[in-house]
């Protein structure tokens, strides 16, 4: 029953885009196509994780600014998303989007979550955007469509019918490429898109889109008042010279993205031994995941599980001398502010969510028949219920990791080494 009120919900959100979209394109006069306006304001659309809608979107947003140098790009972000993109040199403004995910129908059962929507349409509506980007998922589609911006560029099969008008075919993860690189086509669609407008001027790549994009790496900007306070914090922790290993323990889609307890407890008393730091990190719902390690290896282990913001927990990781983590959001904040990684992997696919041009990060894994199993449509839990791919990743594996990334890291810092670039090694390391 609740499967078929949800179907039904999202055919009535379809059939009101669609009408919307009608009445758009009868109320517009048919352009004349050889007068292109210039494009000054862009509208970007990425509603989703910590990860993906904030380093794993910062490519994108760079490329479109190398596209299009004169143009404002502003992007409409979620409480999570907001403090991590406003300090991005690309991206001129960060317009908030409280009303949540409204294809939800328990969301959409909030009248404070229409009248949210509705404020910030309006905004959106007054910024008189000529281009919009829908990242992902049909919400954005919607939204890109409501914004008023005459050219709308997205995926066809995660969109709206009729939402778009410039729909590039297919959808995310249907052909193979990192999360990032679905964004970064978007944005280079959209300048072919507009070049090949422009009387005289051949596109640039018009017949191409079968192939993989690669935009920059990246990219993430730590706020100095957090720098502070994580400096404060680290100061009785941390001792001058001892290597920082910050464990992020964490995966908020999914048990089964989640390493086992014992192994982190187990990890951490080896990095203990070693004469390490470590630094247990995440967010308000790890809370228990971290009070646990904490408790089983021992009061030397900080626990910061909970009790950062995101700039501080931005600041934090860019403090590390290692990052452990899974596929979570942090990890991938620890690659944008160019820390070294060690990721474990298990029901994802790391050539689609993996450490993206990532010089130093090393991926941890135990491939399986059966792996990688993780589909969009559900959170990541084990569909035979044993999570074997992640048990057989041994904490033994994981610490060699660390300590090989810090040997790296020693030598680059020798005088012999002093100087030298690890760039160029590769996306990452497997072992």
Same mark, same amino acid.
């Given at each position: 029953?609740?499967?078929?009120?949800?179907?039904?919900?999202?055919?009535?959100?379809?059939?009101?885009?669609?009408?919307?979209?009608?009445?758009?394109?009868?109320?517009?006069?048919?352009?004349?196509?050889?007068?292109?306006?210039?494009?000054?304001?862009?509208?970007?659309?990425?509603?989703?994780?910590?990860?993906?809608?904030?380093?794993?979107?910062?490519?994108?947003?760079?490329?479109?600014?190398?596209?299009?140098?004169?143009? &404002? !790009?502003?992007?409409? =972000?979620?409480?999570?998303?907001?403090? *991590? +993109? %406003?300090? /991005?040199?690309?991206?001129?403004?960060?317009?908030?989007?409280?009303?949540?995910?409204?294809?939800?129908?328990?969301?959409?059962?909030?009248?404070?979550?229409?009248?949210?929507?509705?404020?910030?349409?309006?905004?959106?509506?007054?910024?008189?955007?000529?281009?919009?980007?829908?990242?992902?998922?049909?919400?954005?589609?919607?939204?890109?469509?409501?914004?008023?911006?005459?050219?709308?560029?997205?995926?066809?099969?995660?969109?709206?019918?009729?939402?778009?008008?410039?729909?590039?075919?297919?959808?995310?993860?249907?052909?193979?490429?990192?999360?990032?690189?679905?964004?970064?086509?978007?944005?280079?669609?959209?300048?072919?898109?507009?070049?090949?407008?422009?009387?005289?001027?051949?596109?640039?790549?018009?017949?191409?889109?079968?192939?993989?994009?690669?935009?920059?790496?990246?990219?993430? &900007? !730590?706020?100095?008042? =957090?720098?502070?306070?994580?400096?404060? *914090? +680290? %100061?009785? /922790?941390?001792?001058?010279?001892?290597?920082?290993?910050?464990?992020?323990?964490?995966?908020?889609?999914?048990?089964?993205?989640?390493?086992?307890?014992?192994?982190?407890?187990?990890?951490?008393?080896?990095?203990?031994?070693?004469?390490?730091?470590?630094?247990?990190?995440?967010?308000?719902?790890?809370?228990?995941?971290?009070?646990?390690?904490?408790?089983?290896?021992?009061?030397?282990?900080?626990?910061?599980?909970?009790?950062?913001?995101?700039?501080?927990?931005?600041?934090?990781?860019?403090?590390?001398?290692?990052?452990?983590?899974?596929?979570?959001?942090?990890?991938?904040?620890?690659?944008?502010?160019?820390?070294?990684?060690?990721?474990?992997?298990?029901?994802?696919?790391?050539?689609?969510?993996?450490?993206?041009?990532?010089?130093?990060?090393?991926?941890?894994?135990?491939?399986?028949?059966?792996?990688?199993?993780?589909?969009?449509?559900?959170?990541?839990?084990?569909?035979?219920?044993?999570?074997?791919?992640?048990?057989?990743?041994?904490?033994?594996?994981?610490?060699?990791?660390?300590?090989?990334?810090?040997?790296?890291?020693?030598?680059?810092?020798?005088?012999?080494?002093?100087?030298?670039?690890?760039?160029?090694?590769?996306?990452?390391?497997?072992?």
């Amino acid at each position: 029953m609740k499967r078929r009120l949800r179907r039904l919900y999202h055919a009535a959100w379809g059939a009101a885009v669609a009408l919307a979209a009608v009445a758009e394109r009868l109320s517009c006069r048919r352009a004349d196509p050889r007068e292109v306006p210039p494009v000054r304001r862009i509208l970007v659309l990425r509603f989703g994780l910590l990860g993906d809608g904030t380093a794993l979107l910062s490519p994108a947003l760079q490329r479109l600014k190398e596209r299009f140098p004169t143009s &404002v !790009v502003h992007v409409l =972000a979620t409480p999570l998303q907001g403090p *991590l +993109l %406003q300090g /991005l040199p690309f991206v001129d403004a960060v317009i908030p989007w409280t009303a949540g995910d409204l294809l939800e129908p328990r969301q959409a059962l909030r009248p404070g979550a229409w009248r949210a929507a509705a404020g910030a349409i309006a905004e959106l509506r007054r910024g008189r955007y000529h281009l919009a980007l829908a990242c992902y998922g049909p919400l954005a589609s919607a939204v890109a469509l409501l914004s008023g911006a005459p050219r709308r560029l997205g995926f066809a099969a995660e969109a709206f019918p009729l939402a778009l008008t410039n729909p590039l075919p297919g959808g995310r993860y249907d052909r193979g490429w990192h999360e990032v690189n679905y964004s970064v086509a978007l944005a280079d669609a959209a300048a072919r898109d507009v070049q090949f407008q422009v009387p005289g001027k051949r596109p640039d790549g018009a017949d191409k889109g079968s192939s993989e994009p690669h935009g920059p790496p990246l990219r993430l &900007v !730590v706020e100095e008042g =957090a720098q502070r306070t994580i400096a404060a *914090l +680290l %100061q009785p /922790l941390v001792a001058p010279g001892v290597p920082l290993v910050v464990l992020v323990p964490g995966a908020t889609n999914g048990r089964a993205k989640r390493w086992p307890l014992p192994y982190w407890v187990t990890l951490a008393g080896q990095l203990l031994a070693a004469g390490r730091a470590v630094v247990l990190a995440g967010g308000p719902e790890e809370r228990s995941l971290g009070r646990a390690i904490r408790e089983q290896a021992g009061a030397a282990i900080a626990d910061l599980v909970g009790r950062t913001t995101l700039p501080e927990l931005l600041a934090l990781l860019e403090r590390a001398s290692v990052v452990v983590s899974g596929d979570s959001g942090p990890l991938h904040l620890a690659i944008a502010v160019g820390r070294p990684v060690v990721a474990i992997y298990g029901p994802t696919d790391p050539r689609q969510s993996g450490p993206y041009r990532a010089a130093r990060a090393t991926l941890v894994r135990h491939e399986l028949p059966c792996s990688p199993c993780y589909r969009l449509d559900r959170v990541a839990d084990c569909p035979l219920g044993h999570t074997l791919c992640q048990r057989l990743v041994t904490p033994q594996r994981v610490y060699h990791a660390v300590e090989d990334l810090l040997d790296r890291h020693r030598e680059m810092n020798s005088p012999a080494g002093r100087g030298q670039s690890l760039e160029g090694e590769g996306l990452y390391r497997t072992t």
